[in-house]
């Protein structure tokens, strides 16, 4: 099939319909992009400087971290421009880029997720003595490694797949970057291979990471019930708590995207789910990590009464 393309650049219709409400949205979404980027790379600073967090889940915390700061910066600069601009424009090449990074954080996030759920969570709860041994510093590196590179094939699949399509006439996208879906509603060639990679590739990894980590947390239930001790089931959810709010976040956002049947009402869903898929949960997950971790914030403590003896001397 020949590539018939004869649309340059994409018009990204923006956040709203409602256009008296982008002052509003403008400011309440660059409050959440600042806490979501100063958030976050506090906690990925921390992660890396604190001797004391040197540890697997910290390890993991970081990678999760460093994957929101760019994952909200791929979409929502873009966003404020639509906030602030009658016409937000994006070259074609840069739709495709914009759609490839979307999909390889977002798919890499999942992994991780499912990833820190059974190697980690689990291990650390069922088997907390041989937990240092089993989760060594090169099992995690080669996790990290294999969720990474399994994320930019799996985007760069769509990727390719998208630049095979025509866009003949209409270029105006339904939504406040380029995503999938939209695109596919805008292009004049068969989309049939495409609709079904994305149902087939990118819903596969949504369930299959999901069904993983939910078996994980079968097991981790089973061996606190088997302690049959109520410090044990505090331990666990001490353990275990904030990154299952973090999982149903994620995965809520992600099924209620890529899962459900598609619809003429769907693009029109699909911005808002994906505002609160980039632009809030980003902000949330350093909350989560931090606020409810002590050993967390007596790192920041740490770190901050460092600099200021630095700055002081």
Known sequence: MQNRTTVTEFIL????????????????????YIADISGNLAVAAITLWDPHLQTPMYFFIGNLSFIDV??????????FLGLVS???RIPYGGCIAQMFFFHFLGSTEAMLLAVMGYYDRYLAVCHPLRYPLLMSRQLR????????????????LHALMMSRLSFCQDN???????????????????????????????????????TFTL????????AVV?????????????????????????????????????????????RAVT???????????????????????????WVLAKKVCVLQS
């Open 86 to 88: 009658h016409s937000n």
């Open 172 to 210: 105006q996208v339904a939504h406040f970057f380029c995503d999938i879906a939209p695109l596919l509603a805008l292009s004049c060639s068969d989309t049939h291979i495409n609709q079904a990679l994305l149902a087939g590739v990118t819903g596969s990894i949504i369930l299959g990471c999901f």
């Open 275 to 301: 505002v609160l898929y980039t632009a809030v949960t980003p902000v949330l997950n350093p909350l989560i990590y931090t606020l409810r971790n002590k050993e967390v914030k007596t790192a920041l403590r």
């Open 13 to 32: 219709l923006g956040v709203s319909d409602t256009h008296d409400l982008n002052g509003f949205l403008f400011g309440l979404f660059l409050l959440m």
């Open 215 to 222: 078996a994980s947390y079968g097991y981790i239930l089973r």
């Open 226 to 270: 088997a302690m049959r001790s109520a410090e044990g089931l505090r331990r666990a959810f001490r353990t275990c708590g904030a990154h299952l709010t973090v999982v149903a976040l994620h995965y809520g956002c992600a099924g209620a995207m890529y899962l459900r049947p598609r619809s003429e009402g769907s693009l029109g869903t699909d």
């Open 141 to 156: 590196l080669t996790l990290a490694a294999s969720v990474w590179t399994a994320g930019f094939f799996h985007s760069l």
């Open 70 to 79: 760019f994952y909200s910066s791929t979409t929502v600069p873009k966003m």
